[in-house]
């Protein structure tokens, strides 16, 4: 439900940080786990930001996303 209702994409420590404030007994391992395996089930998409980690966003369709991001700025 978290990456529903956000309009950006999101990072491993952001979505953790969100859910524990829910969940606190989530361990960060286990939001890492489970954004992979959706982004192995193509439920959510990813991009590597600029810091080399992954940011993640729920894939509402089926149609491909393509971002450009400028590695000068």
């Known amino acids: 439900m978290l990456l529903r209702h956000s309009k950006q994409y999101l990072g491993c420590e952001t979505t953790f940080n969100l859910v524990k404030a829910e969940y606190p007994k ?5 939001i890492y786990r489970t954004l992979s395996l959706l ?10 930001a600029n810091n ?12 491909p996303k393509y971002l450009l991001i400028c590695r000068k700025c």
Do not use: F, M, P
């Open 26 to 30: 989530v361990g960060i391992a286990t």
């Open 39 to 48: 982004e192995e089930l193509h439920w959510v998409s990813a991009i590597l």
């Open 52 to 63: 080399h980690n992954k940011r993640y966003q729920l894939r509402l369709d089926q149609k």
